[in-house]
């Protein structure tokens, strides 16, 4: 079975973009490959989260992801600051990483611009400029410039071909697969094979913000969570954007319309959306009505996994168990790879 790698970063709760976007696709994964899916907190510490903010959110994330359905039988679930051999790797790769190419990616420019305060605007040498004034010595980590060779680690330490990475990861990906060619080359070995993103694809559906335009994010505002109880729910879809409604039959929806008809797709019975479309185009469409049912449906969904969000989150000496057991199986793939790198560099293996 080929072996596939995701990193989760733990901010916040888990909404239904996240869950028709990437997680319903893990769970079809976790079937077909051998699949890691970790918590990325160290990643996190490019943003100096405080303890509390890093215990309480990677409990979330396990917890919400568990309700989903994730199921540590099949995927090895774990806690990346559980394996320590990740940062060992990540050691190796950073002494062949270049300061030029890691300074030159897009994410890197943009974090160190908003830790440095310096608007998009700015001109392109700005970064590189600010980040050597005295003042600033020490505003951009090292950390965040050295962000995508743990990433990499994170990948390769398991020696994955798959990672299933939104499109915004795509520069990340490309070095990873550079530091893998580059261990390789560097000591002529065909060792660490190169990992393609696979990108969540056709089959996962982009569920639209219901505030008009675009798609569901948390930074957008717009997003409805698993955890949001039937009240919030509803007074969420309730204030969704809608219109005046269609003059003539058959009309095209406009954008904030289209949304509520594709939510509705999602989460209804074939038979409701087939209602509400003919009514719409028969220009007797009445959007109380439709959001009416929308949230219950959104609510008939979301029931289930917020009970067993609860429960997870009640049960700490399960979510421990599942976070230990990750961890054991993960540092067996991660020490049976970072003994050989040790070897190949010229150190004793373990
Ligand atoms: N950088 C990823 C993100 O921002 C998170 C991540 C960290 C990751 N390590 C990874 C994703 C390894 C896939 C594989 O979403």
Same mark, same amino acid.
């Given at each position: 079975?080929?072996?596939?790698?995701?990193?989760?970063?733990?901010?916040?709760?888990?909404?239904?973009?996240?869950?028709?976007?990437?997680?319903?696709?893990?769970?079809? =994964?976790?079937?077909?490959?051998?699949?890691?899916?970790?918590?990325?907190?160290?990643?996190?510490?490019?943003?100096?989260?405080?303890?509390?903010?890093?215990?309480?959110?990677?409990?979330?994330?396990?917890?919400?992801?568990?309700?989903?359905?994730?199921?540590?039988?099949?995927?090895?679930?774990?806690?990346?600051?559980?394996?320590?051999?990740?940062?060992?790797?990540?050691?190796?790769?950073? =002494?062949?990483?270049?300061?030029?190419?890691?300074?030159?990616?897009?994410?890197?420019?943009?974090?160190?611009?908003?830790?440095?305060?310096?608007?998009?605007?700015?001109?392109?040498?700005?970064?590189?400029?600010?980040?050597?004034?005295?003042?600033?010595?020490?505003?951009?980590?090292?950390?965040?410039?050295?962000?995508?060779?743990? =990433?990499?680690?994170?990948?390769?330490?398991?020696?994955?071909?798959?990672?299933?990475?939104?499109?915004?990861?795509?520069?990340?990906?490309?070095?990873?697969?550079?530091?893998?060619?580059?261990?390789?080359?560097?000591?002529?070995?065909?060792?660490?094979?190169?990992?393609?993103?696979?990108?969540?694809?056709?089959?996962?559906?982009?569920?639209?913000?219901?505030?008009?335009?675009?798609?569901?994010?948390?930074?957008?505002?717009?997003?409805?969570?698993?955890?949001?109880?039937?009240?919030?729910?509803? #007074?969420?879809?309730?204030?969704?954007?809608?219109?005046?409604?269609?003059?003539?039959?058959?009309?095209?929806?406009?954008?904030?319309?289209?949304?509520?008809?594709? =939510?509705?797709?999602?989460?209804?019975?074939?038979?409701?959306?087939?209602?509400?479309?003919?009514?719409?185009?028969?220009?007797?469409?009445?959007?109380?009505?439709?959001? #009416?049912?929308?949230?219950?449906?959104?609510?008939?969904?979301?029931?289930?996994?917020?009970?067993?969000?609860?429960?997870?989150?009640?049960?700490?000496?399960?979510?421990?168990?599942?976070?230990?057991?990750?961890?054991?199986?993960?540092?067996?793939?991660?020490?049976?790879?970072?003994?050989?790198?040790?070897?190949?560099?010229?150190?004793?293996?373990?």
């Amino acid at each position: 079975m080929e072996t596939v790698v995701s990193g989760i970063r733990p901010t916040g709760n888990l909404h239904l973009g996240n869950y028709f976007g990437a997680v319903k696709s893990f769970l079809r =994964m976790q079937d077909e490959y051998n699949c890691f899916f970790f918590i990325a907190d160290w990643h996190s510490l490019t943003t100096h989260p405080h303890p509390d903010n890093i215990r309480n959110s990677v409990k979330t994330i396990l917890s919400e992801y568990l309700a989903c359905g994730i199921d540590p039988e099949k995927a090895t679930i774990y806690i990346q600051s559980d394996v320590p051999e990740v940062v060992e790797l990540y050691l190796y790769l950073n =002494m062949n990483a270049g300061i030029g190419e890691l300074m030159r990616t897009a994410s890197f420019k943009d974090k160190a611009r908003q830790q440095l305060h310096i608007s998009r605007e700015g001109c392109e040498g700005d970064v590189e400029k600010e980040i050597f004034n005295e003042g600033n010595k020490h505003s951009v980590s090292a950390g965040l410039l050295t962000y995508p060779t743990l =990433m990499a680690a994170d990948i390769i330490i398991h020696k994955a071909l798959k990672v299933p990475v939104g499109k915004d990861q795509e520069q990340n990906m490309e070095m990873a697969r550079r530091f893998a060619r580059r261990f390789n080359s560097t000591y002529g070995v065909d060792f660490f094979p190169e990992p393609a993103s696979f990108h969540l694809g056709n089959k996962s559906v982009k569920v639209p913000g219901l505030d008009g335009s675009g798609k569901m994010g948390k930074s957008e505002g717009n997003a409805i969570y698993l955890i949001d109880d039937e009240k919030t729910i509803k #007074k969420k879809v309730m204030k969704a954007v809608s219109d005046a409604g269609p003059t003539e039959p058959n009309s095209v929806k406009p954008e904030p319309i289209a949304n509520l008809f594709t =939510m509705m797709e999602i989460v209804s019975e074939k038979e409701t959306y087939d209602f509400f479309n003919e009514k719409y185009n028969n220009c007797e469409i009445r959007y109380g009505d439709m959001k #009416k049912q929308l949230a219950e449906d959104i609510n008939k969904f979301c029931a289930p996994i917020r009970e067993r969000i609860l429960d997870m989150a009640a049960n700490t000496e399960y979510l421990d168990k599942v976070a230990r057991m990750g961890a054991e199986k993960a540092r067996e793939s991660a020490s049976k790879t970072l003994n050989e790198v040790r070897q190949i560099i010229g150190f004793r293996p373990y």
